[in-house]
């Protein structure tokens, strides 16, 4: 098992709890993005998250490929 398996089931729980609430997945996105963010400064600091945070924004389009990626 992996980290994102572990990750992607209870993302997925979330999602389908938050869908049947009427609540709809972005308040719940949002959620857990400030749950992750809380749970990162308590090791992390704060540039460290700004910069990967920037790295996912930055590279978060699916028909664009990496700069380091091959042909």
Known sequence: MYASDVAQRHFSAAI??????G???E?????LLNLV???YLETRS???IQAELRFI???CDPDTD???MRP
């Open 16 to 21: 389908d709890e938050a869908e049947t609430s």
């Open 23 to 25: 609540l709809g997945h």
């Open 27 to 31: 308040a719940v996105c949002r959620a």
């Open 37 to 39: 963010i809380s749970k």
């Open 46 to 48: 704060v540039a460290d």
């Open 57 to 59: 924004a930055e590279n």
């Open 66 to 68: 990496f700069m380091f």
